[in-house]
């Protein structure tokens, strides 16, 4: 079942070019470098590091899709399901042309970490498919969607993996995927995705889940800080699903965005960016750019205004050794899956700025997932109001537990966090014992 496809190591495209990098083998790194951190700090044996270093399960599918057309093409997809210690994996699913194993790899542990540190009764997968979605009709992205589903079927369910969208994916994709599940197993399983349209069980407040966390956890952090949010500026990188909701609670918080960027381009403008009309702006014309009353800037420019507060909220990686020092913002939280490096990270510390990781700052969603997943099982849902007090009580109270074990140990935000989450996956595995 399992077919190993390694990345290509990065080659110069020309002779003389820079290297292009390989942001997947990159983000892998980066997870492992944490995770040995983290070992480190708690003692553990180098077979216990081993253990939780490696994914139990990895699938590479090809997926044949018929064009529009008529004519064939092959993609990629994956599913990494990097651990169960604690439960059924759960994560979300990536359509991007940059996917690849490694990348699946990272995110996939980094899930793990992330349920253990918000106490949700999970492991952590990943899945992803090479695909550029936007070179492709809805009608193409179904046919994909079904196929890679039935693929990957025989490993994923309510009690084994639980998909959830991501980069490049929506509720349309988690609805297509329950209804090709439950085609296949011969009846309906809403439970097998989270993430899906309310129509068909999803749970009010998961849309906005993800930034209404990154949200609690960024107004803290500037608390925190000793900055007040009514008196601070911010920058917001990525105007997706995380990005546009972060950027839309930030200002209705009081704080001012003075800029944001995509794939497309930045822009800024030093009053602030009315988020309501940049987002139906975005709805028009697919990007920020262009929005009147803004002034373009460079995309790497973006990162290193001079704010209080910049929430990476698109890829992998955009935080590294060569733009580290250059970042004026003096709290970064981290909406994005590994947006800083290893080495970024070392370089904020110097600089004494605040780094809220990833695996605490953008947990809101696999939290209302959860809930999405328990009101399922129950077939019983819950108001928005209830789920959106759930979860700012759930995302506050791991924000104290990292405080205080950061305190404890003396040890920064993302190891404190990575400390704790380890320790709770590892506590699950030693006391269920090794299998034979
Ligand atoms: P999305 O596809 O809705 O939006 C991604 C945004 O990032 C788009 O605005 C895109 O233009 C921009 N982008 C892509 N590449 C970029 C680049 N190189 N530079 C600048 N901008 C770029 O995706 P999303 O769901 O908002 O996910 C964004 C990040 O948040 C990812 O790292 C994802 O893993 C993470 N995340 C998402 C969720 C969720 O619930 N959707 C939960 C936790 C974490």
């Known amino acids: 079942m399992t077919t190993e496809v390694l990345s290509a190591p990065a080659t110069p495209a020309t002779p003389g070019a820079a290297p292009v990098r390989d942001t997947g083998a990159e983000a892998l790194e980066n997870a492992q470098a944490q995770l040995s951190a983290a070992v480190q700090t708690l003692g553990f044996s180098n077979g216990l590091h081993q253990h939780l270093a490696k994914a139990r399960r990895e699938m590479t599918v090809g997926i044949p899709l018929r064009r529009d057309d008529d004519s064939v093409e092959m993609l990629t997809g994956y599913r990494v399901q990097h651990n169960f210690s604690r439960g059924p994996a759960k994560g979300g699913l990536r359509y991007s042309p940059n996917v690849s194993l490694d990348e699946v790899r990272a995110l996939a542990m980094w899930m793990t970490w992330k349920c253990s540190l918000l106490n949700v009764p999970y492991g952590g997968a990943k899945g992803g498919i090479t695909i550029d979605p936007r070179n492709y009709s809805q009608r193409e992205l179904e046919r994909v969607t079904r196929r890679y589903t039935s693929e990957i079927l025989p490993i994923i369910g309510p009690d084994k993996d639980i998909p959830a969208p991501d980069i490049g994916t929506d509720e349309q994709t988690m609805a297509w995927m329950m209804d090709t599940y439950s085609v296949n197993v011969g009846y309906t399983v809403p439970s097998v995705v989270t993430g899906k349209p309310v129509s068909v069980g999803g749970s009010l407040g998961r849309p906005s889940a993800t930034s209404r966390g990154v949200v609690h956890i960024a107004l803290a952090a500037l608390n925190h800080a000793g900055l007040a949010p009514a008196r601070s500026t911010a920058v917001v990188q990525g105007f997706g699903k995380v990005g546009a909701g972060a950027a839309g609670f930030l200002a209705d918080a009081g704080v001012r965005v003075v800029a944001v960027g995509d794939q497309y381009g930045a822009i800024h403008a030093a009053e602030g960016l009315d988020i309501r009309s940049l987002t139906d702006h975005v709805r028009t014309t697919g990007s920020v750019v262009g929005f009147p009353g803004s002034d373009p800037i460079p995309s790497d420019v973006l990162l290193e205004l001079d704010v209080d507060l910049l929430v990476p909220a698109a890829v992998e990686g955009v935080l590294h050794a060569d733009n580290a020092a250059r970042v004026q913002a003096k709290v970064i939280v981290e909406g994005a899956n590994g947006p800083t490096t290893t080495a970024a990270d070392r370089i904020f510390a110097d600089n004494g700025i605040l780094v809220v990781p990833d695996i605490l700052a953008n ?43 950061a305190n404890r140990r003396s040890l920064n935000l993302r190891e404190a966090a990575t400390v704790t989450a380890v320790e709770r996956v590892a506590e699950a595995r030693q006391i269920r014992g090794l299998y034979p």
């Open 363 to 405: 947990a809101g969603g696999v939290i209302v997932s959860y809930f999405e997943w328990v009101q399922g099982n129950q077939a019983y849902w819950w108001t928005a109001a209830e789920v959106e007090e759930r979860l700012e009580s759930r995302m506050l109270a791991a924000w104290h537990n990292v405080l205080t074990v």
